[in-house]
């Protein structure tokens, strides 16, 4: 659960997703509240609990406010050189390494207010965190185990389409079926992800319950959660998720490198848009 918040703001920081960018100082000078909506939903706090969870968040986002947006900052920079040029997956792979430690060391930061949180956690609140959890498996199997494999590959490539879009501008038709062959030929495993989704739930349950039961390791206890989600215990994950992020860098290389000069400067426009974007909010402490 920790990670998953960190991982909200991480995209948020980024912002490839997001439309304009007003919208993405908005999303973030908002994330605050999202984010605390987002964990409600999940363990649904009570009148005691809301207002130091509302302090936990606030204090971890001006935190990363100032040290982590500059730091994003720069890498948008960086990226608007690569955008002009063409890429190797390594290239791409390279600078999703970058990304991901970025993450844990907002993960690292959020350790001792999601152990507090774990704490302070009653029996109906960690029932209302499995029934959460239940109803996320429901959508997630809807999704992508009961659905036909075309409806699949067309939900995905919708989704990548839209992505792809927002940074080069309107694809080729010729840029789309490389996108469609790509999703198509992806090592993504939806019965292999649903099974780690569910090794994660129960994990996090259990690391709430170990945590009470010796509050005195609770940081600790949080922190092993989240190195278990970042490399997963379960034989043959590891490989498997390396795989997928190989693969997948490869073919954003692929897709980039198809791209036209055109498509190249919209992208670095788009970037340099977010980069100004977060140095001024950055400077808004």
């Not at 998953?4 to 100082?25: E, G, M, N, S």
């Not at 908002?30 to 005691?48: C, I, P, R, T």
Request: with cysteine; glycine share 4%.
């Amino acid at each position: 659960m920790a990670l998953r918040v960190v991982k909200t703001c991480a995209l948020l920081t980024l912002a490839v997703a997001i439309t304009a960018c007003t919208a993405t100082r908005l999303a973030y000078n908002q994330a605050h509240n999202a984010a605390y909506w987002w964990l409600d939903s999940h363990v649904d706090f009570n009148n005691g609990q809301s207002t130091p969870v509302r302090g936990d968040i606030n204090a971890f986002f001006q935190w990363h406010r100032a040290n982590e947006l500059p730091l994003y900052a720069g890498l948008l920079q960086r990226w608007q050189t690569l955008a002009s040029q063409d890429m190797s997956g390594a290239q791409v792979c390279a600078e999703f390494d970058v990304i991901r430690q970025r993450i844990d060391r907002a993960a690292d930061a959020s350790v001792q207010p999601m152990a507090r949180l774990a704490l302070q956690l009653d029996a109906a609140q960690i029932e209302h965190l499995k029934s959460r959890q239940a109803k996320s498996n429901v959508e997630f199997e809807e999704d992508f185990l009961q659905a036909s494999e075309e409806a699949r590959i067309t939900q995905r490539f919708d989704r990548a389409l839209g992505r792809s879009e927002m940074l080069y501008g309107s694809l080729s038709g010729a840029q789309k079926d490389l996108l469609r062959k790509n999703i198509k030929t992806s090592p993504f495993d939806p019965q292999r992800t649903q099974a780690e989704r569910l090794r994660r739930q129960a994990d996090l349950l259990q690391t709430v319950k170990d945590a009470q039961a010796a509050p005195e390791t609770a940081a600790e206890r949080v922190r092993s959660h989240i190195a278990r989600i970042g490399q997963s215990p379960a034989p043959g994950y590891k490989a498997y998720s390396d795989e997928l992020v190989r693969v997948g860098c490869a073919q954003f290389a692929q897709l980039h490198n198809s791209t036209t000069p055109e498509q190249r400067a919209n992208a670095v426009r788009v970037l340099k848009g977010y980069e100004d974007d977060l140095r001024v909010l950055s400077a808004q402490r």
